[in-house]
C-alpha cells in the first residue's frame, strides 16, 4: 500500500479562547458606540444642511417677490400735508414729491 502525504491549507473551526471573546466583544461594542457617533454626527450635519438651504430657499423667494412686483416697500419720513379746504391729508415722498397717498380728513384732525 502506497500513502502519500502533503502539507496543504485547509478552512477548520477552531473555537475562540476566552481573550479571542472578550477582544471580539470589545471591537463589537467599540463599533457599537462609533456607529452612534456617526449617526449622531449624520443627524446633525443633516439638520445643519437643512436649516442651511431654508435660509437660501428664503433669499430665493425674497428676492423672486421682488423681482416679480419690481418694487420693494420701505419706510421713509414723509411729508404729511393737511389741505382743510380741500378735506384731504397727503402724503409726499421726500426724494422725489411724488404722492404716496391720499385720504379724507377724520373728523379728529
Given at each position: 500500500m502506497s500513502v502519500s502525504r502533503e502539507n496543504i491549507e485547509h478552512l477548520v473551526k477552531v473555537d475562540l479562547t476566552d481573550a479571542e471573546?472578550?477582544?471580539?466583544?470589545?471591537?463589537?461594542?467599540?463599533?457599537?458606540?462609533?456607529?452612534?457617533?456617526?449617526?449622531?454626527?449624520?443627524?446633525?450635519?443633516?439638520?445643519?444642511?437643512?436649516?442651511?438651504?431654508?435660509?437660501?430657499?428664503a433669499v430665493i423667494t425674497r428676492n423672486g417677490e421682488l423681482l416679480r412686483k419690481g418694487y420693494r416697500e420701505e419706510t421713509m419720513e414723509c411729508k404729511s400735508v393737511k389741505d382743510y379746504d380741500a378735506n384731504t391729508l397727503t402724503i409726499y415722498r421726500p426724494d422725489n414729491g411724488g404722492e404716496v397717498s391720499r385720504r379724507d380728513l377724520r373728523d379728529d384732525e
Amino acid at each position: 500500500m502506497s500513502v502519500s502525504r502533503e502539507n496543504i491549507e485547509h478552512l477548520v473551526k477552531v473555537d475562540l479562547t476566552d481573550a479571542e471573546r472578550l477582544a471580539v466583544g470589545g471591537e463589537m461594542a467599540q463599533a457599537y458606540a462609533d456607529k452612534d457617533d456617526l449617526e449622531a454626527k449624520k443627524k446633525f450635519e443633516a439638520d445643519s444642511f437643512k436649516k442651511q438651504i431654508e435660509a437660501q430657499e428664503a433669499v430665493i423667494t425674497r428676492n423672486g417677490e421682488l423681482l416679480r412686483k419690481g418694487y420693494r416697500e420701505e419706510t421713509m419720513e414723509c411729508k404729511s400735508v393737511k389741505d382743510y379746504d380741500a378735506n384731504t391729508l397727503t402724503i409726499y415722498r421726500p426724494d422725489n414729491g411724488g404722492e404716496v397717498s391720499r385720504r379724507d380728513l377724520r373728523d379728529d384732525e
